[in-house]
């Protein structure tokens, strides 16, 4: 009678194990799933006003796929109507090709340069990392709302 009481009890046991890992994943999986699904988690690095014709700045946005990786983004904002609209914006180098804890911490913007002319030129170097230093400037120019290679 013992040994089949222990059997009983070890089967409850395995039983109740099983459920507590299946409850345990679904919530993994549940987070993942939600986690996937999020907005890609951002932060301003830089912004200018030109006047009152241009609002430009500059977003790293973290990659879905590496949490060590970031792009960043260069938008333009026009002035209409008394709010500023996206008018325009381009990647600033390669899609996820930047580490994204240099490019949010203090010295992450080494230039970022910009005329209040038309057009307006732009100049952008990012931090790659402290033991490499910035990168290369990268040239734009903005007319009329539009970003251009410069």
């Not at 059997?7 to 996937?36: D, E, I, K, W």
């Not at 109507?81 to 911490?105: A, C, I």
């Amino acid at each position: 009678m013992k040994l089949v009481r222990n059997h009983r009890t070890r089967r409850a046991a395995t039983a109740g194990v099983t459920l507590l890992m299946a409850a345990v994943l679904g919530t993994a999986g549940a987070t993942a799933s939600n986690a996937q699904t999020a907005a890609p988690q951002t932060q301003q690095i830089a912004s200018s006003v030109l006047g009152s014709d241009y609002k430009i700045t500059l977003t790293a946005l973290r990659s879905s796929e590496d949490e060590y990786a970031a792009s960043v983004q260069l938008k333009v904002y026009t002035h209409d109507s008394g709010t500023w609209k996206e008018s325009d914006r381009v990647t600033v180098g390669d899609v996820d090709g930047w580490f994204w804890y240099p490019l949010t911490g203090s010295h992450a913007v080494c230039e970022f340069t910009t005329a209040s002319t038309e057009p307006a030129p732009l100049d952008i170097s990012l931090l790659i990392t402290p033991s490499i230093g910035c990168s290369e400037p990268v040239h734009y120019v903005v007319k009329q709302g539009r970003v251009y290679a410069g």
